[in-house]
C-alpha cells in the first residue's frame, strides 16, 4: 500500500533562518507530488507540484522553493523564512493518468506545523 | 481567481441528527470533485468524491450531491457522531493542468 511521510511533524524557526520540510512517498512510483501551505483557519493553498524528478511549477511566488531530487522525494525550502512563512505545510500525492493529467484523488501526508517567531 | 467556497462556516449539530455542508465552486467545467474531512493537527482525509456525470453518490453514512445547474456541492452525513467533528473541504478538480482547488473549509461541532 502507499504511504506518505513528512518530516518533522513540528517546527519553530526564527525569522530569517534556513527552512527544508522533507516529504517522501513509498508504493508508488511517477506519481504527481505538491506542497500546500494552511494558515489558520483558511483552506489550502497549493504552493509547487512536480510531475516529474527536476520539474517544479511554481503557484504563488512567495520565499518559498521546492525540489524533487529523487521520483517519490519532495523538498519545501527557504534561504530566510518570514513571519508570514508560519503555517500548516501538507505534501500531497495522486497518481498520473495516461493522458498525463492528474487522476481523481490526492492523498495527503500528516503536515508539518512551522511556527516562525 | 476561481475559487470554491462555502456557504456555512461552522456547523453545529446534535449528536445523531444528519448534517448538510455546502459548498459553491465557480468553474463549470471542473469535472472532478473531492469532500475531504480534517481533524485538528492532521492532513486531509479523503471522504468521497464524485465525477461531473453524477448528481449523486453513496458511501457509508455519507452522500454527496451535485448540482451543475447551480454550481453546488453538498456533502450529507447521516446519524452524526462524535467522531464526525472536524473540518470538511470541499474540492474541484479545474479542467487544465494538475491542480484542485480547495474551498476554506466547514468545522462541524457535534453537540452531545
Known amino acids: 500500500s502507499q504511504t506518505i511521510h513528512q518530516w518533522p511533524a513540528t517546527l519553530v524557526q526564527p525569522v530569517g533562518s534556513p527552512l527544508s520540510l522533507e516529504c517522501t512517498v513509498e508504493g508508488t512510483s511517477n506519481p504527481n507530488l505538491y506542497w500546500y501551505r494552511q494558515a489558520a483557519g483558511r483552506g489550502l493553498q497549493l504552493l509547487f507540484y512536480?510531475?516529474?524528478?527536476?520539474?517544479i511549477s511554481s503557484e504563488v511566488p512567495q520565499n518559498l522553493s521546492a525540489s524533487r531530487p529523487q521520483d517519490r522525494q519532495f523538498i519545501l525550502s527557504s534561504k530566510k523564512l518570514l513571519l508570514s512563512d508560519s503555517g500548516f505545510y501538507l505534501c500531497?500525492?495522486?497518481?498520473?493518468?495516461?493522458?498525463?493529467?492528474?487522476?481523481?484523488?490526492?492523498?495527503f501526508g500528516p503536515g508539518t506545523r512551522l511556527t516562525v517567531t | 481567481g476561481e475559487s470554491v467556497g462555502l456557504h456555512l462556516p461552522t456547523l453545529s449539530v446534535q449528536e445523531g441528527d444528519n448534517s448538510i455542508i455546502n459548498c459553491a465552486y465557480s468553474n463549470s467545467a471542473s469535472d472532478y470533485f473531492i469532500w475531504y474531512k480534517q481533524e485538528s493537527g492532521k492532513g486531509p482525509q479523503f471522504i468521497i468524491d464524485?465525477?461531473?456525470?453524477?448528481d449523486k453518490r453513496q458511501g457509508q453514512r455519507v452522500t454527496v450531491l451535485l448540482n451543475k445547474t447551480v454550481k453546488h456541492l453538498s456533502l450529507q452525513i447521516a446519524a452524526t457522531q462524535p467522531g464526525d467533528s472536524a473540518v470538511y473541504f470541499c474540492?474541484?478538480?479545474?479542467?487544465?493542468?494538475?491542480?484542485?482547488?480547495f474551498g476554506p473549509g466547514t468545522r462541524l461541532s457535534v453537540l452531545p
Open positions: 474540492a474541484e478538480r479545474l479542467p487544465y493542468g494538475q491542480n484542485f482547488v
Open positions: 512536480s510531475v516529474g524528478i527536476g520539474q
Open positions: 464524485i465525477r461531473s456525470n453524477m
Open positions: 500531497a500525492w495522486s497518481v498520473i493518468t495516461s493522458s498525463g493529467r492528474s487522476s481523481y484523488e490526492q492523498y
